[in-house]
């Protein structure tokens, strides 16, 4: 009997191919590259001042409990004998250039999600690199080649995959989870490696008896969304393995913002308005360059009086402000973030920041050509932008403007965020 093939009116679309590449202990690296007395020892970066927070451990330094958003001072605790490091962000920024230049040789489609991490869509660009896993292998080898540090690499068909895989490869490793093996990879997973869900979301899982992500999988969609709501939802999805999140290489920054703590809380409102003002100059500078304005200032105050334990446990509030039109102008957006702060409730303050938030591109091209160009420079100078004013900014510290001031330059953190999630988790 024979037997004939039916055509499958609908093949399964080809899964994607993305890679999440994520430098080890990426500041700290440098530090014991670059002194080889530190190698081998507990390097930790940031937390020099009582009051600030790691930035970055080595390993060395993670085997006493040490790690990146740390208060200092539990650090300190832990590792008496650490060594605690300024750092340099001028040098790290360049160090990351060199990254992503190895990054972009592999895909025209790169995310970066930090100074130290990215995603590659590789889909497609087999008949160039060869399979996913030696395109892999030769991103770590190049890496290493120009950089002579270590980056992690995990490859799936989804971005929540590929993270969760370079963080299991790590220390200097590559893990690939094929589309049949997405499931089984995630199933003895704890709940909380799915994006989204957090302490106080993992705690209400846990006390429903949901500890694992596979847990989640078998557990009724209805039950986790009347439990969680959204975030629910979308959890189901997740642990059934479904993330259709793109990398999305040319997304616009959602909002960008500048801020400083302060040495010792601050009460003269003077003084604070002139640290407003430098911020807003800083920001509308990082908009002038990277061709956005901004429709809405905002400005952030934490007081020092403590409303909670924990390094979060400062009473914080908000202030924002549309405008009529929207700025790239420094003076613009500082007399709007003093205005705000003008009409804040005056207590010791602890920290104050002013960020910028509704962009929109400086200039509307007017033809569709010009769009696409526009479209295309965009997506290969953004990060590249991002870099360039970071390295600018903790390298020119000296101008400042008449009437604008920094801040405690030690603490302070620029911040341009993509939407995803906040890019300076290190690890
Ligand atoms: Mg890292």
Redesign the pocket.
């Known amino acids: 009997m024979s037997t004939r093939q039916v055509p499958t009116a609908d093949p399964a679309p080809r899964p994607r191919i993305i890679l999440h590449a994520?430098?080890?202990?990426?500041y700290a690296s440098i530090e014991q590259r670059d002194r080889p007395e530190l190698r081998g020892r507990p390097v930790i970066v940031g937390g020099t001042s009582d009051r600030g927070v790691v930035s970055?451990a080595s390993y060395e330094a993670r085997r006493f409990g040490v790690h990146s958003a740390m208060p200092a001072a539990i650090a300190r605790r832990r590792c008496p004998d650490g060594i605690f490091l300024r750092g340099d962000m001028k040098k790290y920024a360049a160090v990351s250039r060199q990254v992503f230049e190895v990054f972009r040789r592999f895909s025209p489609r790169v995310e970066g999600i930090?100074l130290?991490?990215a995603f590659l869509d590789l889909t497609g660009t087999e008949r160039l690199h060869g399979p996913a896993v030696e395109a892999g292998h030769a991103i770590r080898a190049a890496v290493r080649e120009a950089t002579a540090l270590a980056v992690?690499v995990g490859i799936a068909p989804s971005k929540l995959v590929a993270k969760i895989a370079s963080d299991e490869a790590k220390p200097d490793g590559l893990l690939e989870v094929r589309p049949e093996e997405v499931l089984g990879f995630l199933r003895p997973l704890p709940v909380e490696r799915l994006w989204g869900v957090g302490p106080v979301t993992r705690e209400r899982l846990r006390a429903e008896g949901l500890f694992t992500i596979a847990d989640l999988e078998t557990e009724r969609p209805e039950r986790l969304a009347g439990l969680l709501g959204e975030i629910g939802t979308r959890a189901s999805e997740l642990a059934q393995g479904r993330d259709p999140r793109d990398v999305e290489s040319d997304r616009a920054p959602v909002s960008m913002s500048e801020e400083n703590t302060f040495g010792e809380d601050q009460r003269d409102w003077e003084r604070l308005a002139a640290v407003a003002r430098g911020h807003a100059e800083s920001v509308a500078a990082r908009l002038r360059r990277s061709q956005w304005r901004a429709h809405t200032v905002v400005l952030k105050l934490k007081y020092g009086r403590r409303v909670r334990s924990g390094p979060r446990g400062f009473e914080q509030i908000t202030r924002r402000h549309t405008l009529a039109e929207a700025s790239d102008d420094g003076a613009t957006l500082g007399r709007e973030a003093v205005r705000l702060l003008d009409a804040a409730p005056r207590k010791p303050v602890r920290l104050l920041g002013v960020g910028v938030t509704g962009l929109a591109p400086a200039r509307g091209p007017t033809q569709l050509d010009l769009l696409e160009q526009v479209h295309d420079r965009h997506r290969a100078a953004r990060l590249n932008r991002a870099l360039d004013t970071i390295t600018e900014r903790f390298g020119s510290g000296a101008v400042t403007r008449a009437g604008s001031e920094r801040g405690h330059r030690a603490a302070l953190s620029l911040q341009h965020k993509h939407g995803e999630r906040e890019g300076d988790?290190?690890?």
């Open positions: 994520d430098m080890d202990a990426f970055a930090s130290d991490e992690s988790e290190e690890d």
